[in-house]
T-cell receptor, first 115, second 112 residues
Framework: AQKITQTQPGMFVQEKEAVTLDCTYD???????LFWYKQPSSGEMIFLIY??????QNATEGRYSLNFQKARKSANLVISASQLGDSAMYFC????????????FGQGTILTVHP | SQTIHQWPATLVQPVGSPLSLECTVE??????LYWYRQAAGRGLQLLFY??????ISSEVPQNLSASRPQDRQFILSSKKLLLSDSGFYLC???????????FGNGTRLTVT
């Protein structure tokens, strides 16, 4: 079974609007972490935001927030006030238990921001 | 501050030739190190990770191998490349377990 599922291959959003990128995960561990990364066309992987399984508050980093619904096993990324520079591939990833730090990635969502 | 260097940025190699990709980390000690591969338009697949010098764990059986000869150096190798080894290879490091992975800029490998 897929550990991380991103069901939206592509998303479009108008500049200055908000967009939600979906991510569901599957784990039997009680302790885990969820990450979002941005990959522009240059290929570099940019860390955006982190949510721990025991964190009670949703994580926020500037225009990025993580809508964490533990019972539903979802960790959606919300980007507010989209900018043209937000156009990129976005990956959701999970670290399970001790995991030696390794992350399992979803297939990604390509976000296109229209002017 | 910590930085990660990965080279070369692009590489075109014929089938059957050897491969050596190198990754080094600066500004931290005893990092966890990782090699990921990304096929075109796809997610990242973990190939190898290392928690210390000489300690390598392989996630998938394949034509590749990894070595960690020094604390902050991680090398991905192959004796004979296959067409299926083409892809985008990313090296990453992390600190304590809860910390994110920090990636290098990647190597785009084309096997012809």
């Amino acid at each position: 079974a897929q550990k991380i599922t991103q069901t939206q291959p592509g998303m479009f959003v108008q500049e200055k609007e908000a967009v939600t990128l979906d991510c569901t995960y599957d784990t039997s561990d009680q302790s885990y972490g969820l990450f979002w990364y941005k990959q522009p066309s240059s290929g570099e992987m940019i860390f955006l935001i982190y949510q721990g399984s025991y964190d009670e508050q949703n994580a926020t980093e500037g225009r990025y927030s993580l809508n964490f619904q533990k019972a539903r096993k979802s960790a959606n990324l919300v980007i507010s006030a989209s900018q043209l520079g937000d156009s990129a591939m976005y990956f959701c990833a999970m670290r399970e238990g001790a995991g030696y730090g390794k992350l399992t990635f979803g297939q990604g969502t390509i976000l296109t921001v229209h002017p | 501050s910590q930085t990660i260097h990965q080279w070369p940025a692009t590489l075109v190699q014929p089938v059957g030739s050897p491969l050596s990709l190198e990754c080094t980390v600066e500004g931290t000690s005893n990092p966890n190190l990782y090699w990921y591969r990304q096929a075109a338009g796809r997610g990242l697949q973990l190939l190898f990770y290392s928690v210390g010098i000489g300690q390598i764990s392989s996630e998938v059986p394949q034509n590749l191998s990894a070595s960690r000869p020094q604390d902050r150096q991680f090398i991905l190798s192959s004796k004979k490349l296959l067409l299926s080894d083409s892809g985008f290879y990313l090296c990453a490091w992390s600190g304590v377990t809860a910390s994110p992975l920090h990636f290098g800029n990647g190597t785009r490998l084309t096997v012809t």
